[in-house]
Nanobody, 117 residues
């Protein structure tokens, strides 16, 4: 089993920055990608950013140039640096891991990010 624990969410002023972290534990050798999704009230959960074990990244268009995903393989931790935050970024941010075995999709409990205007 893989467990994901998020940290770093909170309230931030528009234009500010925040970094959320996600630490994976358990059978982490099965993880081939980690990332972040978010879900705003009344909206579907959407991909924010993802990074493969090899370092390849993908971002939602809405966050490109503002958010940066990174990883620390030694710590089995993925980070999302969020800069120039906008009120539209307000959402519950969920850590995500994709594994080579089943269940392939693992989710954290989510951390609230609120951006005030």
């Amino acid at each position: 089993q893989v467990q994901l624990v998020e940290s770093g969410g909170g309230l931030v002023q528009a234009g500010g920055s925040l970094r959320v972290s996600c630490a994976a534990s358990g059978s982490t050798f099965r993880i081939n990608a980690m990332g972040w999704y978010r879900q705003a009230p009344g909206k579907r959960r959407e991909l924010v950013a993802i990074i493969s074990s090899g370092g390849s990244t993908n971002y939602a268009d809405s966050v490109k140039g503002r958010f940066t995903i990174s990883r620390d393989n030694a710590k089995n931790t993925v980070y999302l640096q969020m800069n120039t935050l906008k009120p539209e970024d307000t959402a519950v941010y969920y850590c995500y891991a994709h594994k080579s075995d089943y269940p392939q999709d693992v989710w954290g409990q989510g951390t609230q990010v609120t951006v005030s205007s």
